[in-house]
């Protein structure tokens, strides 16, 4: 299980808003944010870990590891409820001032290059180094390339894809509110909506609704967005009413993965360890990291979702390959680095040169369409920002909703 793992899990590289009374943003890069989705993405590649190396090395993972490691690993698998917070920080950040087609295309360019070649590099391990039987099919493969396999019924290729489709979906719910422009009441409004909405189908149970509000993890994309309204114009009581009950309401959500998936674990533990993920996350709102400004955090954030995208399988070939041409602790060394030398490789050898490309393509294909119907072209948010107005062109083609749509430089 992992998130975000995002951007859900990406997004994190752009330039974040200091709170002001008048929620007038800066533009200050939050690098905590790198450091804590890079925690988030180590977590899960610790809880999967731990199952590979007892199959693999056939040792217990408490003795192995050590039982305090192996037991707080065990509870890696939370670093999906963290990536969904950090998430719902991030996308509501990289959003404000931009256009529908803008968001549309950042999400496409940030999930889509790394996601698509790790899903080719994960097929070829499996059909290289797996039996026949449990080798996908290319009706699978195919499915899976498009990151909605889940609503076509076909399994995941890799276990942490499931994410993903969570992710997607609070995308679309959030592009209603990007499209029609994002202001501080909108997004309060929003946030209140969805919180409402997701409350009533998992008491009534309306099965439709719940595959659209994904009632389960609601709560932590919703906390993530009020902990950025924080952020951005300070903290009021109707925002921390917000964000307590976004909490309590993740505690039941806590509860019901406990309950649906029997998790072999402690439910006072986890529940100590999500409230912990608030509290950073709300200290991280109040500016109480503001301080931390190593640049090398960037690079470290950035091999988080190419990652979190191959660590699983990739990690399992290694050592089963390997396993006893190497002492074990090497080898599991070895393979951690691996991961992340290839998380690396996926960022700067694909990630960052195909997705300028496809952001290219794509922001001509809606300048296309703007054209054939006869509209404007829409001006760009990533200009530089002079006294409260972009300096170039501006996706703003209406008047500013007092200090809502002050723009920000996103990218």
Not at 132 to 141: D, Q, T
Request: aromatic share 12%; net charge positive; charged share 15%.
């Amino acid at each position: 299980m992992t998130a975000t793992i995002e951007d859900a899990t990406r997004g994190i590289a752009v330039p974040a808003a200091t709170a002001t009374k008048t929620g007038k943003p800066t533009n200050q890069r939050l690098y905590v944010l790198d450091l804590l989705r890079f925690s988030a993405a180590i977590m899960v590649l610790g809880y999967h870990l731990i199952p590979i190396v007892e199959f693999v090395y056939g040792v217990d993972a408490d003795a192995y590891f050590g039982r305090l490691i192996a037991q707080g690993f065990r509870y890696g698998w939370m670093g999906v409820h963290l990536f969904f917070i950090i998430s719902g920080f991030v996308i509501c950040m990289s959003s404000w001032g931009r256009s529908a087609s803008e968001f549309f295309i950042s999400r496409v360019t940030r999930l889509m290059p790394a996601y698509v070649l790790a899903v080719l590099l994960t097929t070829a391990l499996l059909t290289l180094w797996w039996p026949a039987a449990e080798r996908p099919s290319p009706v699978a493969v195919l499915a899976n390339l498009t990151m909605v396999q889940g609503l076509l019924g076909v399994p995941n290729i890799d276990t942490v894809y499931w994410t993903l489709l969570v992710e997607l979906k609070f995308y679309l719910l959030f592009a209603i509110v990007v499209r029609l422009g994002l202001t501080y009441r909108r997004v309060v409004a929003f946030c209140l909506l969805w919180t409402t909405a997701s409350l009533l189908v998992q008491v009534k149970n309306i099965g439709i609704l719940s595959t659209v509000l994904e009632p389960t993890y609601t709560y932590f994309f919703v906390a993530g967005i009020v902990l950025y309204l924080m952020h951005r114009f300070g903290p009021n009581p109707l925002l921390w009413g917000m964000l307590v009950a976004s909490w309590i309401f993740s505690t039941n959500s806590l509860r019901i993965v406990f309950a649906e998936h029997q998790v072999p674990m402690r439910f006072n533990v986890a529940l100590v360890l999500l409230t912990v993920f608030f509290a950073v996350m709300t200290a991280i709102a109040l500016g109480w990291f503001s301080w931390l400004r190593w640049r090398g955090s960037t690079t470290i954030g950035a091999l988080t979702y190419p990652v979190y995208l191959v660590h699983f399988f990739l990690a399992y070939a290694i050592l089963r390959k390997l396993h006893g041409r190497l002492p074990d602790a090497v080898l599991l060394v070895l393979t951690v680095a691996t991961v992340l030398a290839v998380g690396y490789v996926i960022h700067r050898l694909v990630e960052q040169p195909v997705g300028r490309a496809l952001r290219t393509s794509l922001r001509r294909a809606f300048a296309d369409i703007r054209r054939a119907d006869g509209v404007e072209p829409e001006r760009r948010t990533d200009e530089p920002v002079v006294a409260g107005r972009a300096a170039g062109p501006s996706t703003f083609t209406g008047s500013f909703d007092g200090a809502d749509r002050l723009p920000e430089r996103a990218d």
